[in-house]
């Protein structure tokens, strides 16, 4: 049994909904003599389909970033079965990558150029000690954090704004305008809160530069009223610091 049926026409646009755990990966994107997770994905695929496969990534998570709702695109021979496929890498790669979903997409449908928005959970454990299961995929804050002081700061990031103080330089030329959608905090109960932001586009280390910087507004550092500062001063070093990857996850993607 293979993977494929007669051929019938051009190649296949394949789309892919991935969950995984990033602990064990340096992040998404292909590097050489590293461990990620589009190199394992890339090599169970054309172990699978027996061919070389360019993927494309909705996001490019950086290491030790989780996900929920990764989206991948790539080209298949014709004759494509996502549902084998997608049980194929499971049985390879589960669990700690999962094929959420595979089916076949229209052929200029690109996972990162087709996408209209991206969303991203960063949750934090606010109890005096930490929480063992909760450890891989939280940020644990011990001092209490004011609730009402996070979603004050949360919400001058709504809207279009030049966010170079929350993101790490790129490169020469590239442009640091992004727009909010959402950005809310949601208290999940038993000292676990929620950071939920929604925006076209993100830049680098961008949500978890901007999480560090509401965590020091809820532990009463700066007030709340300080991110519209932080924004128009367009400088890096007036921002916070930038809260441990293990506590964001890359949650859904929309096209």
Not at 51 to 57: F, G, I, S, T
Not at 125 to 133: A, E, H, I, L
Not at 156 to 162: A, F, I
Not at 197 to 210: E, G, L, N, P
Request: glycine share 10%.
């Amino acid at each position: 049994m293979t993977l494929f049926d007669a051929p019938a026409g051009g190649p296949a646009r394949c789309r892919l909904v991935l969950a995984y755990d990033g602990t064990g990966f340096r992040g998404f994107a292909e590097q050489p003599h590293v461990r990620t997770v589009g190199g394992v994905l890339a090599r169970a695929l054309e172990k699978a389909l027996r061919h070389p496969v360019e993927l494309a990534c909705a996001g490019r998570t950086d290491a030790g970033v989780h996900a929920w709702g990764q989206v991948v695109s790539f080209d298949a021979d014709p004759g494509l079965d996502p549902w084998r496929l997608q049980q194929a890498v499971n049985g390879m790669l589960g669990p700690e990558v999962v094929v959420r979903s595979a089916d076949l997409a229209p052929p200029g449908f690109d996972a990162r150029r087709s996408a209209r928005w991206r969303s991203y959970r960063y949750t934090v454990v606010n109890r005096p000690v930490p929480d063992p299961f909760l450890a891989r995929y939280a940020w644990w804050v011990p001092r209490p954090l004011d609730l009402s002081s996070l979603r004050h700061a949360a919400d001058p990031l709504l809207g279009e704004h030049d966010f170079a103080a929350f993101c790490r330089k790129g490169p020469e030329g590239s442009s640091t305008i992004r727009r909010v959608l959402d950005s809310r905090w949601v208290d999940l109960g038993d000292g676990v809160l929620r950071y939920e932001v929604r925006a076209t586009a993100f830049c680098w280390q961008m949500v978890r530069s901007i999480v560090g910087t509401l965590v020091e507004a809820g532990l009463g550092r700066r007030r709340p009223a300080d991110v519209v500062a932080v924004l128009r001063a367009r400088d890096r070093g007036a921002a916070g610091q930038v809260a441990p990857p293990h506590g964001l996850c890359l949650w859904e993607v929309g096209y």
